[in-house]
């Protein structure tokens, strides 16, 4: 009879110590509660919890990514954009994480969805395309300052697609095609401007210097010579032409 006593105690230990022992990691903490009363928080390492009298719950406490689905937000301006962001954030207070809010995840992830929407809506289309981290930092505020009593920490929002609808699209294509033609034919008027400059002042280099036209006629007939479908037209040089004349003069006989 002592023997099966003996037996049935140490059946019951064996089955006990898993019960009782248990580890926490470095990146958990442990809330602790004594007859349903919250007692302490525990550390990581190897801690033992009484078994029926209490009950141990563990809270994560590293970085978790929170996303946001696609909301569908009417700007300012009246511009229906779809827009969906992510959420980083991290338990700091493990009893707050557990005593006020039921599922703090869940939690975070609806107010960031308010939050978004709140934002969103109080922009136009042009601040929402240039202003994306200036936004994102704006419903960051928004979310760390209600989740702080939960014992949630924001570290980061980031606003990840925003989807225009498919005429914003293409007017805003057209717009930006316009804007390359602007500058296009400013780049090539403001070329055409310094070319005109250049060709004047080669024009009145070469006039006050004897020959440098000619040389420049010659070397002009030399490139287009070069390729045999075109057809040369020699010009003579002005000088030549009042040579004739004057040797015509010459020649021409005296009238009686």
């Known amino acids: 009879m002592y023997e099966i006593c003996l037996g049935i ?3 019951g230990l064996l089955f006990l110590i898993p019960a009782t022992i248990r580890i926490i990691y470095e990146y958990e903490r442990g809330v602790l509660f004594t007859l349903g009363k919250f007692s302490k928080v525990m550390q990581p390492g190897l801690r033992i919890v009484i078994p029926i009298i209490q009950s141990m719950r563990k809270v994560d406490t ?3 990514t929170v996303d946001i689905p ?12 779809s827009i969906n962001a992510v ?5 700091i207070n493990a009893e707050k994480a557990v005593l006020k809010i039921q599922n703090y995840v869940y939690a ?4 960031g969805q308010t939050a978004l ?3 969103m809506g109080n922009k136009d289309l042009d601040s929402i395309l240039t202003e994306r981290a200036e936004i994102a930092d704006e419903i960051k505020q928004l979310v760390d300052k209600e989740t702080d009593e939960w014992g949630i920490d924001i570290t980061a929002i980031k606003v990840q697609d925003i989807e225009l609808p498919m005429d914003m699209k293409r007017a805003m294509a057209r717009q930006a095609e316009a804007e390359r033609e602007k500058r296009a034919t400013i780049i090539k008027s403001e070329g055409e401007v310094t070319a005109s400059t250049n060709l004047r002042k080669a024009a009145d280099m070469l006039g006050r210097a004897p020959g440098a036209l000619h040389l420049r006629t010659l070397e002009t007939l030399t490139d287009i010579a070069s390729d045999q479908s075109n057809t040369l037209v020699v010009p003579l040089p002005m000088e030549f032409l009042k040579a004739l004349e004057g040797f015509s003069r010459i020649a021409a006989p005296k009238k009686k």
Do not use: G
């Open 9 to 11: 105690l140490f059946f």
């Open 108 to 111: 975070v992830s609806q107010y």
């Open 70 to 81: 696609k909301q569908e937000v009417m700007t300012r301006d009246n511009v229906p954009v």
């Open 117 to 119: 929407r709140d934002v």
């Open 87 to 91: 959420v980083y954030m991290r338990v």
């Open 62 to 64: 590293r970085i978790k």
